[in-house]
C-alpha cells in the first residue's frame, strides 16, 4: 500500500490525541515508532526509565494497531537498527517513500535541532506540529514573558487558572487566595498506614523489556527490580484514581515532609505518566478538583497539587523553551566542584542524603523537597557545576526530561541562572531538614552542632555558600537579615565556621 504520510511517534508521546495522530489517517498513513539506544544513553538514564517508556512504548503501539493503524516497530535489538531518530527515520523514509514526515514537536531542543535539518536530509517535507497536550503553546508563554523584567512563576499560574478556569470563582480564585502553601509544610510522623502509590505486576511484554534493559544496559545506574510502574494507560489511570483515594485529602499538608523509610507519603508518584502522555495534565487537575468540590479533599490539597501542574509545569516548559539553547549554560556562580562521588553511591554519613539518593537508586524517584532541599541543596551548598547537576538528575529520575528537568536544576535547585526563577537561592541549613524531617535523629552527623566534625555538613556549608558568593547576594533584599547575622558573629565563631566548610569541602575531594 502506498504511504502518504509518515508519522513518527515518540516515545514521551504516548497519547491518542497527539497532534499528529489527529492530522494522519489510519487508511493513507504510516506510524512509526523506534527504540534507540542513542536515546537512552546520551546520558546513561536509570534502567528502571528505560524500563518504563520501552514498555510504554510497546503497549501504546499494540493499542494503536488495535485502533486501526499501519505501524513500524523498530525494537532496541532489531538487527538493523540505527541506533538514531535520524537513522532510524531514514530507513523508514527509504521502505515507504513517503511524500511528507509528520511529528509533534519534542520536548527537547537538541531533537527539535535535529529535526530542523530533517527536510534537507530527506528531500521531502516535514511538518512539526505543536504539541497541544500543554494548557500554554510556546507563542503564548512567550506573549506573557515580553516585556517582563521577572518572570515569577506565581503571576503566570493565576492566568493559567484564569484560562482553566480551575477552582475559581467566578473570576476571583475559590477560597479567596490563589495559594495555599503557607498550609503545605507541616512535617510528617511515622504511620503504619501511610499509604503506598498503585503498583503494576510486569506482564509478558514488560518482562520482555526488563530483560532486554537487562542485558543491553546492565551497567547504568539504578535497581531494575522490583519493577511496579503502570505502562498502560489505563493502568496510570488506576494509578491516579488509587492517588486521589488514598492520598490526595492529605497531600497538601505533608508535601513538604520527609521521613525516614518512607519513600513516598501522600506524594502521586503520577509525573512520570503525565510527563510520557499516558494522562492527561488537564483531565487530572479536573479530576482533583472533582474531589475538592465535593468536599472529600481539602483546598489546600486540591490547589497545591493543581499548581505543580498548571503553574509549575507549564511555566518550567515555557522557560526553557524561551532560553535555550543558551540556558543549559547558565552559572551563575561559577561553580566549578565535580560531582560527589556519594550522588551515585549513596555512601554517605549524612542520612537525608543517603535516603534521598538510595531511594533514586531503588525507585528512579524521589520528591520535590528531596531534590531541591536534599541534594539540590548540598549541590549548591558545596560549589557543584551546575551542569553535572543537571545531567545527573535528568538521568536517574523516571519522570526527567530536559524541558521540564533542567529549569528546575539550573534555576529552581542551584540558582545558576542568577535568578529568572527564584527570587533568592533554596539555601538551607541542616535547621530545615530536622524541622521537616526525622532524618537527623538517625544521623551520625549533630544538626545542632554548627562547627567542627560531629557537625551537620550543611551548618558550614550554607554559611560558606553564602560568603563565597556574598558580591552577588548581599543586595538580594530577602537575603539582608542574613548577611547582618552573619556580621553580629564573632570572629571566632566566623573562623570555626570557615574552618569547617573547608573541612568538608576538602573531604569531598
Known amino acids: 500500500m502506498a504511504v502518504r504520510n509518515l508519522v513518527l511517534v515518540l516515545g514521551d508521546q504516548l497519547s491518542p490525541d497527539l497532534s499528529s495522530l489527529k492530522a494522519a489517517d489510519p487508511a493513507k498513513d504510516r506510524l512509526l515508532m523506534v527504540e534507540v539506544r542513542e536515546e537512552a544513553t546520551y546520558v546513561r538514564?536509570?534502567?528502571?526509565?528505560?524500563?518504563?517508556?520501552?514498555?510504554?512504548?510497546?503497549?501504546?503501539?499494540?493499542?494503536?494497531?488495535?485502533?486501526?493503524?499501519?505501524?513500524?516497530?523498530?525494537?532496541?535489538?532489531?538487527?538493523?537498527?540505527?541506533?538514531?531518530?535520524?537513522g532510524e527515520v531514514n530507513r523508514a523514509v527509504a521502505r515507504h517513500s513517503p511524500e511528507r514526515l509528520i511529528v509533534t514537536e519534542p520536548g527537547e531542543w537538541r531533537l527539535r535541532d535535529a529535526m530542523s535539518r530533517w527536510a534537507d536530509d530527506l528531500g521531502l517535507p516535514v511538518d512539526i506540529l505543536d504539541d497541544d497536550r500543554f494548557v500554554c503553546s510556546r507563542a503564548d508563554f512567550a506573549a506573557w514573558a515580553e516585556g517582563r523584567k521577572q518572570l515569577r512563576m506565581e503571576f503566570f499560574y493565576r492566568d493559567m487558572r484564569r484560562r482553566t478556569g480551575l477552582l475559581m470563582d467566578g473570576d476571583k480564585p475559590e477560597g479567596g487566595k490563589w495559594n495555599f502553601d503557607a498550609e503545605n509544610r507541616k512535617p510528617a510522623k511515622a504511620d503504619l498506614f501511610l499509604p503506598q502509590p498503585h503498583r503494576v505486576d510486569p506482564d509478558t511484554i514488560t518482562q520482555g523489556v526488563l530483560d532486554l534493559v537487562a542485558q543491553q544496559?546492565?551497567?547504568?545506574?539504578?535497581?531494575?527490580?522490583?519493577?511496579?510502574?503502570?505502562?498502560?494507560?489505563?493502568?496510570?489511570?488506576?494509578?491516579?484514581?488509587?492517588?486521589?483515594?488514598?492520598?490526595?485529602?492529605?497531600?497538601?499538608?505533608y508535601q513538604d515532609a520527609m521521613l525516614e523509610g518512607e519513600r513516598f507519603l501522600y506524594h502521586s508518584v503520577l509525573s512520570l505518566y503525565i510527563n510520557a502522555g499516558l494522562l492527561d495534565p488537564l483531565a487530572v487537575c479536573r479530576r482533583v478538583e472533582n474531589e475538592y468540590r465535593a468536599g472529600r479533599v481539602p483546598l489546600n490539597a486540591a490547589e497545591g497539587f493543581i499548581r505543580q501542574i498548571i503553574g509549575w509545569r507549564e511555566y518550567v516548559r515555557g522557560i526553557y523553551w524561551l532560553k535555550m539553547p543558551d540556558y543549559v549554560e547558565q552559572n551563575f556562580f561559577k561553580a566549578d566542584r565535580p560531582l560527589p562521588d556519594f550522588y551515585w553511591t549513596a555512601e554517605t554519613d549524612m542520612a537525608c542524603v543517603k535516603a534521598a539518593v538510595t531511594q533514586t537508586k531503588e525507585e528512579a524517584y524521589a520528591h520535590h523537597?528531596?531534590?531541591?532541599?536534599?541534594?539540590?541543596?548540598?549541590?549548591?551548598?558545596?560549589?557543584?557545576?551546575?551542569?553535572?547537576?543537571?545531567?545527573?538528575?535528568?538521568?536517574?529520575?523516571?519522570?526527567?526530561?530536559?524541558?521540564?528537568?533542567?529549569?528546575?536544576?539550573?534555576?529552581?535547585?542551584?540558582?545558576?541562572?542568577?535568578?529568572?526563577?527564584?527570587?533568592?537561592?533554596?539555601?538551607?541549613?541542616?535547621?530545615?531538614?530536622n524541622k521537616m524531617s526525622d532524618h537527623c535523629a538517625h544521623c551520625r552527623y549533630d544538626v545542632k552542632q554548627?562547627?567542627?566534625?560531629?557537625?551537620?555538613?550543611?551548618?558550614?556549608?550554607?554559611?560558606?555558600?553564602?560568603?563565597?558568593?556574598?558580591?552577588?547576594?548581599?543586595?538580594?533584599?530577602?537575603?539582608?537579615?542574613?548577611?547582618?547575622?552573619w556580621a553580629r558573629m564573632s570572629p571566632e565563631k566566623q573562623k570555626d565556621y570557615r574552618k569547617s566548610a573547608a573541612k568538608v569541602l576538602a573531604d569531598l575531594r
Open 450 to 485: 554548627k562547627t567542627g566534625d560531629e557537625a551537620c555538613p550543611f551548618n558550614p556549608l550554607y554559611w560558606d555558600f553564602l560568603l563565597r558568593n556574598e558580591s552577588k547576594l548581599k543586595g538580594n533584599p530577602r537575603l539582608a537579615q542574613v548577611y547582618r547575622t
Open 45 to 86: 538514564h536509570h534502567k528502571k526509565k528505560i524500563a518504563f517508556l520501552f514498555a510504554a512504548m510497546r503497549r501504546f503501539a499494540e493499542a494503536l494497531r488495535i485502533a486501526g493503524w499501519q505501524l513500524d516497530y523498530v525494537p532496541l535489538d532489531a538487527k538493523d537498527n540505527a541506533g538514531s531518530f535520524t
Open 217 to 253: 544496559f546492565g551497567d547504568h545506574f539504578g535497581d531494575l527490580l522490583p519493577f511496579w510502574f503502570a505502562v498502560t494507560a489505563a493502568q496510570a489511570e488506576a494509578a491516579m484514581e488509587h492517588f486521589v483515594e488514598h492520598a490526595l485529602p492529605l497531600f497538601g499538608d
Open 369 to 433: 523537597i528531596q531534590r531541591l532541599m536534599v541534594t539540590g541543596n548540598f549541590a549548591m551548598l558545596a560549589g557543584v557545576d551546575p551542569r553535572e547537576v543537571h545531567e545527573w538528575y535528568l538521568a536517574v529520575y523516571a519522570d526527567a526530561y530536559e524541558w521540564v528537568e533542567l529549569p528546575n536544576t539550573l534555576g529552581m535547585s542551584q540558582f545558576a541562572d542568577g535568578g529568572l526563577l527564584g527570587s533568592k537561592p533554596y539555601a538551607a541549613s541542616g535547621n530545615y531538614i
